[in-house]
């Protein structure tokens, strides 16, 4: 009896040696087609060829692809475990040509497998064609098939379509007879649902290309996509009538009842099929890139798991199950798909995750709904505004309270849930904040609304296709985008990363059938979506437009390598200074990177040489960075750093590089752990070099570095190194003396700095730096304000002038305005005695109101702004007095 591998490598075998190339399966989060939620036929990946627009060294191709059908059009997630042949994930084997060969070969090449290699009963087999196919119907009979065992269907059943728009064509079909004793017709017979005859392949014949309007039109070169189903023939082959009962599956239900210390026979076989199905869809999806969420594919995601680890629920298990079966799968099909393998760890530990918390959950969530149905009569709903505080409180989805309350008989006020939901919603929206052209917070709530969170890609891939779903033009909702028009626009998904936590946001290309254009900035919206600012050329962006998506690889490059030098000097930084040391903000961009951090004091040489020297051993170990998906409190308990305004939900990616050799590291294992959201390089030498630039004031108890990394880095050095070799020549003295003299001579500017500094300071005390005599304090709602203009100092000046005009006067209010060419520096001080009264800070806000600023911060005694302009530094001091007054 032939196993599934056996059979598998039989099919592919039989296509090679008829001239096809074999293809590796293509990913289940298709590249190519933005109208899929997941890679559904074995001829996603080839869809573009069909089509014309790709073409490949080979025009014929076979495979055997994974494939999930758990959402949007093509979902059996409902029916898996209680029917003999539906599952979420399956491998589909196929045979594909590209305008090289059509039907009068293509049919021989089914019938001879099936009938020949497979040797199965020809007698056992009937077929269909599509009621118009004369040609497929005179080829059947050609190759043997009786007339009366050749079935014209008029439906859609033997008219394939991928999707609602994409290649499509008539099929026939291949049915295998299983005899009498089975209750069922033919296809076409009100009896066909029956388990009699079973289709066991689908020949598609890839004439006509359907568009969104419904149109269809003859493609140019005609083609064939064939799809068999490894599972169903598997069974076949193997005398069995029912998919889960062949021998990959049966493993894998076996290895579930071990699991459980159940029968995989008894009364739980329905669960243990369940769990067998979504063990594989799960898994696969895992090793893809896919992580359970709350959005889009992952929330599909996670809605598998959850179901398959309410089954084990069900079976009694008392701790995490689905994770333990991961080595069963492998085993079975880790050789034919080696992301599998490699992934395992990976897919064992988000397993397990998901399991222990939605165990919490359920068990928790049941509680609670206990305690909310106590106070009910028998028959009434639950209130919507109950359930929705299960959901949001307590993480208890809206389907799994439907569920335990439809075993009480019971029901959910759904209307309630809703109203709760817009709710929140709402307060949502008056919650958040954008800034430029992005602060108009109601469109993009209104666009979330409408389309849902955009898939974000950009972890595996920085290039992809996309489908455009809204398009924003001077905050309004638009239709499309002229040549040279610039907006936003938000597509179903996205490679490119949306600017947060510190990192830039992306920019790059994007291409349609008519034309290109540019992506200036992506930025990240309310409601998960991605926002690109986008110019379009040649010809007009329009919604629906379908695009490949192209992020600026050297650019992305540069800023993966800055964010991952970041993590390791957040690290090292902690190892030179101490533990207190945590960032307080950051910036990656493609030319540099910037990190604050808690510290009171400059760093020494010494200090920064430790720092950039242990940066560099980190990057020379080239070790992998690794990222997981775990609670915020998981992370944290192995020792991951939170970073600073990173608001972080249920689930955070923690990112891993170093293995600790030096200073404290994390665990004594790995050298810098952190819950990060942006995107690393895959091995700390991809950074190549790191240069620490400076370190500076960034303010009270802030510190920033500078640095540079990558080929900016050598460039850095290669300058410093020229200008060593110029002062050399020019002394006529080796390099090593000359580079004393310069450090000499920037100790030297430095003092001369300080002294300037100073003397600017003497000077506006002495009432000079704005061409007079100073003015003099005078009295508002009952103190001393002493308010001046200043022109000749930074702002750097203000507050020790702030110090000494408090000192001066003893008891009152300070405002300091400071000409800075061209923009205007702010700083306010109080006396200790009035601070109960009045507030620095909010003296410097009124003032940079009036300045065309925005905000200013600091202590009640002491706080600094800025504006763009001090033009009206005189009504800025109007309104300070004002609000002193307390008019």
Not at 294 to 310: C, K, S, T
Not at 635 to 662: C, H, N, P, W
Not at 671 to 680: A, D, F, K, N, R
Request: glycine fraction near 10%.
């Amino acid at each position: 009896m032939p196993s599934l591998n056996d059979i598998r490598s039989t099919f592919l075998n039989f296509f090679e040696r008829n001239g096809h190339q074999v293809v590796d399966s293509s990913p289940l989060v298709p590249r190519n087609d933005p109208t899929l939620m997941f890679t559904n036929s074995g001829m996603v990946q080839f869809k573009n060829c069909f089509t014309g627009v790709e073409t490949r060294d080979y025009v014929r191709a076979t495979t055997s692809q994974k494939c999930v059908r758990a959402g949007g059009k093509h979902n059996d997630l409902d029916n898996v475990g209680y029917t003999a042949r539906h599952h979420t994930f399956f491998e589909m084997l196929g045979n594909f040509s590209f305008g090289d060969y059509f039907k009068p070969e293509a049919i021989p090449f089914a019938w001879e497998l099936i009938t020949k290699d497979f040797d199965i009963d020809p007698k056992r087999l009937l077929t269909t064609v599509y009621h118009t196919d004369d040609e497929a119907f005179e080829i059947w009979k050609k190759v043997g098939v009786p007339e009366d065992r050749i079935i014209r269907i008029a439906t859609s059943d033997n008219f394939w379509q991928m999707g609602p728009t994409g290649p499509c064509g008539p099929c026939t079909e291949i049915f295998y007879d299983h005899g009498d004793h089975i209750w069922g017709g033919p296809p076409g017979s009100p009896e066909e649902d029956g388990d009699r005859f079973i289709e066991i392949w689908n020949v598609v014949f890839m004439q006509n290309e359907q568009f969104e309007d419904g149109s269809m039109r003859a493609l140019d070169m005609q083609s064939i996509d064939t799809g068999m189903g490894l599972e169903r023939i598997g069974a076949l082959l193997q005398g069995k009538h029912d998919n889960y009962d062949t021998d990959l599956m049966r493993s894998l239900i076996e290895a579930s009842a071990h699991a459980t210390s159940q029968d995989p026979d008894g009364p739980g076989n329905v669960h243990h099929r369940v769990i067998a199905d979504h063990l594989r869809s799960t898994s696969f999806l895992i090793a893809d890139g896919v992580m359970p969420s709350n959005e889009g594919r992952g929330y599909v995601l996670r809605r598998i798991m959850r179901r398959a680890m309410r089954h084990a629920h069900l079976l009694g298990a008392k701790d995490p199950v689905m994770h333990r079966l991961v080595p069963a799968l492998v085993q079975q099909m880790g050789a034919a798909y080696p992301e599998l393998g490699r992934a395992q760890a990976m897919i064992e530990e988000t397993l397990k995750l998901e399991e222990t918390r939605f165990k919490q959950t359920l068990d928790r969530g049941l509680r609670l709904l206990d305690d909310e149905l106590s106070g009910l009569d028998d028959e009434a709903p639950l209130p919507g505004a109950a359930a929705f505080k299960l959901y949001d409180t307590y993480g208890f989805p809206l389907d799994l309270t439907q569920d335990a309350l439809r075993e009480k008989g019971r029901t959910v006020d759904t209307d309630g849930f809703d109203a709760a939901m817009a709710e929140q919603k709402a307060k949502a929206r008056a919650a958040w904040s954008g800034t430029g052209e992005t602060k108009d917070a109601a469109i993009w709530f209104d666009l979330a609304d409408a389309h849902g969170a955009t898939d974000f890609l950009g972890y595996d891939t920085e290039v992809a296709e996309g489908q455009v779903v809204a398009l924003v033009l001077d905050g309004e909702s638009v239709k499309a985008l002229e040549v040279g028009q610039e907006g936003w626009m938000i597509v179903n998904q996205t490679p490119f990363y949306g600017e947060s936590g510190g990192q830039v946001g992306d920019t790059g290309t994007f291409l349609k059938s008519d034309g290109s254009g540019t992506v200036s900035d992506t930025q990240k919206m309310p409601g998960g979506l991605f926002a690109h600012r986008v110019v379009a050329e040649k010809s007009a962006l329009n919604v629906g437009d379908a695009l490949e998506l192209r992020v600026d690889h050297a650019r992305r490059s540069a800023i993966r390598a800055n964010h991952s030098a970041t993590h390791l000097l957040h690290e090292a930084l902690r190892n030179a200074l101490g533990d207190h040391v945590a960032q307080r903000g950051s910036l990656n961009a493609a030319d540099r990177l910037r990190f604050d951090f808690s510290h009171a004091k400059a760093l020494s040489a010494e200090e920064l040489t430790q720092v950039e020297a242990e940066i560099n051993h980190y990057i020379r170990q080239n070790t992998p960075v690794e990222t997981r998906i775990m609670t915020p409190d998981d992370a944290r308990a192995i020792g991951a750093q939170a970073l600073f305004g990173e608001k972080y939900g249920d689930e955070v990616r923690v990112v891993s590089m170093g293995a600790a050799d030096t200073g404290k590291g994390s665990n004594g294992k790995t050298y810098s752990i952190e819950l990060c959201g942006g995107t690393h390089v895959k091995q700390t030498g991809d950074i190549g070099l790191c240069v620490v630039l400076s370190d500076s004031a960034s303010s009270a108890g802030v510190r920033r570095i500078e640095a540079l990394t990558g080929q900016a880095a050598l460039d850095h050095l290669a300058t410093q190194e020229a200008r060593l070799t110029a002062v050399a020549t020019v002394l006529k003295a080796p390099a090593a003396e000359v580079e004393d003299r310069v450090k000499a001579l920037m100790d030297e500017r430095k003092s001369l700095a300080n002294e300037v500094a100073q003397l600017r300071r003497e000077l506006a005390m002495a009432g000079g730096a704005a061409g007079g005599a100073g003015p003099e304090p005078v009295e508002v709602g009952g103190l001393k304000l002493f308010a001046q203009v200043l022109s000749g100092v930074s702002g750097k000046d203000l507050p020790p002038l702030i110090d000494e005009h408090k000192a001066r006067m003893g008891s009152g209010a300070v405002l300091l305005i400071a000409d800075t060419g061209g923009k205007a520096a702010v700083a306010a001080g109080v006396t200790g005695d009035l601070t109960d009264r009045l507030s620095a800070v909010d003296m410097v806000r009124t003032a940079v109101a009036e300045l065309g600023g925005k905000g200013g911060g600091g202590r009640p005694d002491m706080a600094q702004g800025g504006g763009a302009s001090a033009e009206n530094a005189e009504a800025a001091i109007a309104a300070v007095k004002t609000l002193i007054a307390g008019e």
